[in-house]
């Protein structure tokens, strides 16, 4: 099956910090990968869809220059948080989508990045 | 662009008792519907999914229902069993990401 992995899995850093985010598709490869944030007890809410060789495309409201996203091939996609506040704080999930040998619409998650800042 | 609403948030039955999970979309292009169980602090695992041009899916104790013409589609799950306890997340996508319902907490009372 498809596995997508996630690293790390947890992170607790200084305010002020930039942290980065690693998204792998480990057996297949994925010409698109979506980032997630969930916050506790609500559902997950889409940052941005990143999509390889070319720029990230930033929902409504996620400012690009904080959440900084590299998708430099087809099976790796790294978020980066630059200057990370407590706000930011959060559940980060990334997802990656077939493009061969399946569903284009099915997406596999990863298992996710648990940001605490200080 | 898509909007998603789930209903109920919470939902509590007895072991063995059914439960069902209604979600309602905007975006007449959805064409693809999945849903979700996220135990505490894990991902988001595909429990099930449709199509738009299926009205009906069932795997064992799990089964989905879409009415295009309404826009909803509910998730069935039968005799219940702890396990099931979890947050259920409908979703509904065209060719983007997906939009995901709000959640619903699913507690099944052994």
């Known amino acids: 099956g498809a596995v997508v992995s996630q690293h790390p899995s947890r992170v607790i850093c200084k305010s002020g910090t930039s942290v980065k985010i690693e998204c792998r598709s480990l057996d297949f490869q994925a010409t698109t990968m979506f980032w997630y944030r969930q916050f506790p007890k609500q559902s997950l809410m889409l940052m941005a869809t990143s999509n390889e060789g070319s720029k990230a495309t930033y929902e409504q409201g996620v400012e690009k220059d904080k959440f900084l996203i590299n998708h430099a091939s087809l099976t790796l996609s790294t978020l980066t948080v630059t200057s990370a506040h407590p706000e930011d704080s959060s559940f980060y999930i990334c997802?990656?989508?077939?493009?061969?040998?399946?569903?284009?619409?099915?997406?596999?998650f990863g298992p996710g990045t648990r940001l605490l800042v200080l | 662009g898509e909007n998603v609403e789930q209903h109920p948030s919470t939902l509590s039955v007895q072991e063995g008792d059914s439960a069902v999970i209604k979600c309602t979309y905007s975006?007449?292009?959805?064409?693809?519907f999945p849903w979700y169980k996220q135990e505490l602090g894990k991902r988001p695992q595909l429990i099930i999914d449709i199509r738009s041009n299926v009205g009906e899916k069932k795997d064992q104790r799990i089964a989905v229902t879409l009415n295009k013409t309404a826009k909803h589609f509910s998730l069935h799950i039968t005799e219940t069993q702890p396990e099931d306890s979890a947050v259920y997340f409908c979703?509904?996508?065209?060719?983007?990401?997906?939009?995901f319902g709000s959640g619903t907490r699913l507690q099944v009372q052994p």
């Open positions: 997802s990656a989508r077939f493009i061969a040998g399946g569903p284009q619409e099915t997406q596999y």
């Open positions: 979703a509904a996508t065209g060719r983007r990401a997906l939009t």
């Open positions: 975006d007449s292009a959805s064409n693809y």
